[in-house]
């Protein structure tokens, strides 16, 4: 029903930054909330940001805020990831996900099994 594609992973030093897209397609009309999440070898894939596409709201992981900016582009069904400051334990596969099924409450847009639609993941690698 709605088809993900995110872009924009590479290489960078730290303390510089990066910008990731992702641009939704199919019933987009549907979806109440995306964000990105990310994941290392090893470790469970881990909440990065989020927003509510309707109202606007953002969340943020600890680990990225006060670092990393989402944000919306309601005309080209698109969101961003502006990451700022990168640090060597940024570096994952990052992964864009929507979900299509309400959920009330700030809990909803952290947890991985609230979406059901998912990226393939792009690559962000940070060197020191």
């Known amino acids: ?61 600890d680990a990225v805020k006060g670092r990393f900016t989402i944000s919306r582009d309601n005309a080209e069904n698109s969101v961003y990831l502006q990451m700022n400051s990168l640090k060597p334990e940024d570096m994952a596969v990052y992964y864009c996900a929507a979900a299509t099924n309400y959920c009330a409450g700030s809990g909803c847009y952290s947890r991985e099994s609230m979406y059901n639609y998912w990226g393939q993941g792009t690559q962000v690698t940070v060197s020191s």
């Not at 709605?2 to 872009?7: A, H, K, P, T």
């Not at 995306?34 to 953002?58: D, I, N």
């Open 1 to 61: 029903q709605v088809q993900l594609v995110e872009s924009g992973g590479g290489l960078v030093q730290a303390g510089g930054s990066l910008s990731l897209s992702c641009v939704a397609s199919g019933r987009t009309f549907s979806v109440y909330r995306m964000g990105w999440f990310r994941q290392t070898p090893g470790k469970e894939r881990e909440f990065v940001a989020a927003l509510s596409w309707s109202g606007g709201s953002t969340y943020y992981g």
